[in-house]
C-alpha cells in the first residue's frame, strides 16, 4: 500500500506511532540526516548509530548482522539509508537481515534517490521511502511518500505544527554538528503531520510531469562536473544521482571560496555519533572531513556548474593539489 504524508518524516511517524514507546532500538548509519533521529525521539524510540562502508559509503552490513545476532538484546527496525541517493541493489541483503530476525522491520530510506511508483511492492523491505521536498532530486515542493507493505502497522495522528519550531530544531541540530554536542531541543511541534495539500493520484502525476525536465538537467551538470574534474577527486559515477560528490583537501576553503564568489556547495550528513548518540564512526567521520556536494539540480545552472569547476582547479592548485585517491574511503 501507497502511504502518502506531507513530509517523508511524517510517514516515519505514523509507522513509529503504532503501539507507543518500545524498549527496542532501531539501527541507524551515523551519517543520516537528523530529521530521522528526531522522528525517533518525537514517537519515544531508543536508536543505535552504526558506521557506514568505506565503498558503499551506506551503513555497515557487517555490523549490522553482528548486532542482530545479539538475540537476548532484540532490534525493532533498520533505516537503511541510499547515501547520496546510491541506486546499489542491497535487496539480497535485505533478505538476509530477515533470514537473521524475522520481526525487524526494515526501511529503505530513498529520500534522496529519484522517485519511483511501480514495482516497489517487489522489494524485500518493509517499507520503501521517498522525498519530494526542498533539495531533492525532483523537488515537488514537499510530500513524502512510500510503499508500506500489508500487515505493517500505519498510524496517522494530526499533532499541532509550528514552522518557528521547525526553524528552532532546525538551528540546534545544526549548531549541535557545529560543535560536535550533545543535541538539545525543546520544539514538540516541528513536524508537519497535517494531511497533503492536495490526493496522492494528483501528486503522482505533478511529480511524473517534473521527472524529465529535472533528469535531463541533472544528467547536464553532472557531465560538465565530470567532464571537467580530475577523476582522482570525483567518487564513483554510482554516488551522483542526487548531486555531484567530490573528495578535496581543506575541503571547508573551498565551499567558503565558493560562496564568496556566489557560488554554493554542500557539506551535507556529517556523523551523528557524540551529537545524538554515544559512538565513534570513523569511516562516516573521513567522508565528512573532505566531501563536497556540487549542487546539480533546477536551483543551478550550467554556467554556475563552470565556474564551479574552475573555482575546485583554483582550489587544488592552491593546496597542492588533490588528495590520495579517495576510494575507498
Known amino acids: 500500500m501507497i502511504r502518502f504524508e506531507a513530509r517523508a518524516s511524517a510517514v516515519l511517524d505514523a509507522l513509529l506511532r503504532p503501539g507507543g514507546p518500545s524498549a527496542a532500538p532501531w539501527l541507524l548509519p551515523a551519517n543520516v540526516c537528523p530529521v530521522v533521529p528526531l522522528a525517533l525521539l518525537g514517537a519515544g524510540r531508543r536508536f543505535e548509530l552504526l558506521d557506514i562502508e568505506p565503498d ?105 505544527y509550528d514552522p518557528a519550531d521547525l526553524d528552532r530544531v532546525t538551528a540546534a541540530w545544526k549548531d549541535a554538528i557545529a560543535r560536535r554536542a550533545p543535541f538539545s531541543c525543546r520544539a514538540p511541534a516541528w513536524l508537519d503531520t497535517r494531511p497533503p495539500a492536495e490526493p496522492f493520484d494528483r501528486y503522482r502525476a505533478r511529480v511524473e510531469a517534473l521527472v524529465p525536465a529535472a533528469r535531463e538537467h541533472h544528467a547536464r551538470l553532472v557531465d560538465v562536473y565530470r567532464e571537467g574534474l580530475p577523476p582522482e577527486v570525483c567518487l564513483p559515477d554510482g554516488f551522483h544521482g542526487w548531486r555531484f560528490q567530490i573528495v578535496v583537501p581543506r575541503r571547508d576553503d573551498l565551499v567558503r571560496s565558493l560562496f564568496s564568489r556566489g557560488l554554493f556547495a554542500g557539506t551535507h550528513y556529517a556523523p551523528l555519533t557524540g551529537v545524538f548518540g554515544p559512538g565513534s564512526a570513523p569511516v562516516a567521520e573521513r567522508l565528512h572531513a573532505r566531501v563536497v556536494n556540487l549542487f546539480a539540480d533546477a536551483h543551478y545552472t550550467e554556467a554556475e556548474a563552470r565556474a564551479t569547476v574552475r573555482l575546485v582547479h583554483e582550489h587544488l592548485e592552491r593546496v597542492g593539489g588533490p588528495v590520495e585517491a579517495p576510494w575507498p574511503v
Open 56 to 160: 558503499t559509503l551506506c551503513l555497515d552490513r557487517t555490523a549490522v548482522l553482528a548486532r542482530l545476532g545479539r538475540r537476548e538484546d532484540p532490534v525493532a527496525g533498520i533505516v537503511f539509508v541510499r547515501t547520496y541517493g546510491t541506486a546499489r541493489d542491497v535487496e539480497p541483503w535485505f533478505e538476509e537481515v530477515r533470514r537473521a530476525a524475522a520481526d525487524v522491520l526494515i526501511v529503505d530510506d530513498r529520500c534522496l534517490g529519484w522517485p519511483a511508483f511501480d514495482g516497489l511492492d517487489r522489494s524485500p523491505a518493509d517499507v520503501v521511502l521517498y522525498s519530494t521536498g526542498y533539495a531533492k532530486p525532483v523537488d515537488a515542493g514537499g510530500g513524502g511518500y512510500a510503499f508500506v507493505r500489508d500487515g505493517v502497522p500505519y498510524a496517522r495522528h494530526e499533532r499541532p
